[in-house]
């Protein structure tokens, strides 16, 4: 079970926003540590889509934006588009677990 | 640029042991600061990180599967591989080896590797 929580799925029309949270399952868990967003399309490896709470790298288009607040996160992607249906993972690391890398459970995205 | 990629069986036996290789490109992995990780995912479900590795050798693993772990790295070869052990069909999935920074994002991926746990 993940120590970080996503709903399982979440759904939106196109040129709709829709946020996924992820949220902390204690509050010493992960404080001090950045949250960082994953998507992944059907059969493809995961991607960083967002690093640092709210870093976009490079090529990620500017509609994919999270923030960050405490033990919860949040990403948002805004006009959203058909090529968006994925399945989007946050991560972050868990000082109670040696520091160790930790992924929230994944939720999906599906575009109407 | 970095480029990973996953080598390895397809098919392993319960009670076996698995090894797997990711060669690196683009980069020596004992001239950049990366840690080099391998993330699971069973078919269906989500990911789960294995464990990591410096260049120098260092490791730190999930707790949950480290006393099954062993993860190398060969400098010479600009490689990194992991080994686990006692197999069971829970361990079917596919295996990605993956860069990131000390306690940062997971900024590379290799394409995969499926992994098949059956008699």
């Known amino acids: 079970q993940s120590v970080l929580t996503q709903p399982p799925s979440v759904s939106g029309a196109p040129g709709q926003r829709v946020t996924i949270s992820c949220t902390g399952s204690s509050p010493n868990s992960g404080a001090s540590y950045a949250v960082h967003w994953y998507q992944q399309l059907p059969g493809r490896a995961p991607k960083l889509l967002i690093y640092g709470n709210n870093n976009r790298p490079s090529g990620v288009p500017e509609r994919f934006s999270a923030s960050r607040s405490g033990t919860s996160a949040s990403l948002a992607i805004s006009g959203l588009q058909a090529e968006d249906e994925a399945d989007y993972y946050c991560?972050?690391?868990?000082?109670?677990?040696?520091?160790?890398?930790?992924f929230g459970g994944g939720t999906k995205l599906t575009v109407l | 640029q970095l480029q990973l990629q996953e080598s390895g069986p397809g098919l392993v036996k319960p009670s076996e042991t698995l090894s797997l290789t990711c060669t690196v490109s683009?980069?020596?992995?004992?001239?950049?600061?990366?840690?080099w990780a391998w993330v699971r995912q069973p078919p269906g479900k989500g990911l789960e990180w294995i464990g990591s590795?410096?260049?120098?050798?260092?490791?730190y693993y999930n707790p949950s599967l480290k006393s099954r772990v062993i993860e190398s790295v060969d400098t010479s070869r600009n490689q990194f591989s992991l080994m686990l052990s006692s197999l069971t069909a829970a361990d079917t999935a596919v295996y990605y080896c993956?860069?990131?920074?000390?306690?940062?994002?997971?900024?590379?991926w290799g394409q995969g590797n499926l992994v098949t746990v059956s008699p």
């Open positions: 993956a860069a990131h920074f000390d306690s940062q994002s997971f900024d590379y």
């Open positions: 683009g980069a020596s992995i004992s001239r950049t600061s990366y840690y």
């Open positions: 991560q972050s690391y868990d000082s109670r677990l040696s520091d160790s890398v930790v």
């Open positions: 590795i410096y260049y120098s050798g260092s490791t």
